[in-house]
C-alpha cells in the first residue's frame, strides 16, 4: 500500500463510532433475533460496520449484520452488497475496501478541512469505484461530491452529481443514498429558488433509514456527512415543498 492509501485508510478507520464497533463485535456473539433488536435500536451505525468488518475481511460478521439489517427494516440492499463482495476475486475485493476507506476518509477531511479538501479526495474514491464496476459506491461517493459541492455554492455541478447518483442507487436498490440524493437535490433546487423542483424525499423512504441532521447550517452538513442524525418524520421531509422554508436545513440531508 502506498503512503497516501495508508493515510487514507487511517483517517477512515478514526471516524468509526463505538457503536460500529460494537455492533460488528455483536455479530459474532448473538442470535439472528437479538443482533436484530440491537440493529432496530442503531440503524444508522449498520452500514459503516459492515463496512469495516468486509475491510476486516470478518465475512461471518458481515452476512450476519446485512441480515439481521433485512430483518428488521425489509430491506435487502446490504445483503446482496455482502454476496457480491464474497463472489469477487480478492484484487476485486481489496479495490472495493480501499475506495470505500478513501470515501470516508473524505468524510474525515470534509469535517476538518472543508468541502474542497474533501472533493479532491472523494474524486479518487469515485475513480476506483468506476475501474472494478462498482454502481453502488459509484452512487455513493457521486452524492458526497454532490453535497460538497452544493455547501460550496456550486449548484449546477451539484444537481448533476446528485441526479447521477439518484439514478444509479435507484438501479441497485440502495434506498439510502437514494433518498439521500433526493433530500440534497431538493436543498439544491430551493438555493435556487425553484420550490417547486424541491421534491420531497417519498414518505416510504422514510421510516426505516432516512435521518435528517439536528443541528444548525453551520455544522450540518459535515455532521450529515459523517452520520450523525435525528429522525425525522413524513411530513418534516416534505417541509421545503410544503412551506417554502430556507432550505439550509435541507443542505445536508439523510446522508
Do not use: H
Amino acid at each position: 500500500m502506498t503512503p497516501l492509501g495508508l493515510a487514507l485508510v487511517l483517517a477512515s478507520l478514526a471516524t468509526q463510532s463505538p457503536a460500529t464497533d460494537s455492533l460488528r463485535l455483536l455479530a459474532g456473539r448473538l442470535p439472528e433475533s437479538a443482533l436484530v433488536v440491537e440493529i432496530r435500536a442503531r440503524p444508522l451505525a449498520v452500514r459503516e460496520a459492515v463496512t469495516d468488518a468486509l475491510a476486516r475481511d470478518d465475512l461471518a460478521a458481515a452476512r450476519g449484520l446485512a441480515a439481521a439489517y433485512a430483518a428488521a427494516w425489509r430491506d435487502s440492499f446490504l445483503v446482496r452488497e455482502v454476496a457480491r463482495f464474497e463472489a469477487w476475486p480478492g484484487e476485486r475485493r481489496a479495490a472495493k475496501v480501499w475506495a470505500d476507506s478513501t470515501r470516508r476518509a473524505g468524510v474525515a477531511a470534509y469535517s476538518r478541512a472543508g468541502p474542497a479538501a474533501a472533493i479532491a479526495i472523494w474524486r479518487r474514491a469515485l475513480r476506483r469505484a468506476r475501474t472494478i464496476g462498482d454502481t453502488s459506491g459509484v452512487a455513493a461517493v457521486l452524492g458526497n461530491i454532490g453535497a460538497g459541492f452544493l455547501r460550496e455554492g456550486r449548484l449546477d455541478s451539484a444537481g448533476a452529481y446528485l441526479e447521477r447518483s439518484r439514478i444509479l442507487a435507484a438501479a441497485v436498490g440502495d434506498i439510502r443514498v437514494e433518498a439521500n440524493a433526493l433530500g440534497t437535490l431538493a436543498g439544491a433546487s430551493a438555493d435556487r429558488g425553484d420550490l417547486a423542483g424541491a421534491r420531497p424525499v417519498p414518505a416510504a423512504m422514510v421510516p426505516t433509514r432516512c435521518r435528517c441532521p439536528n443541528t444548525s447550517d453551520r455544522s450540518g452538513g459535515a455532521r450529515s456527512l459523517a452520520g450523525s442524525w435525528a429522525p425525522v418524520t413524513p411530513l418534516e421531509t416534505s417541509w421545503t415543498a410544503q412551506t417554502g422554508g430556507s432550505s439550509k436545513r435541507k443542505r445536508g440531508a439523510c446522508w
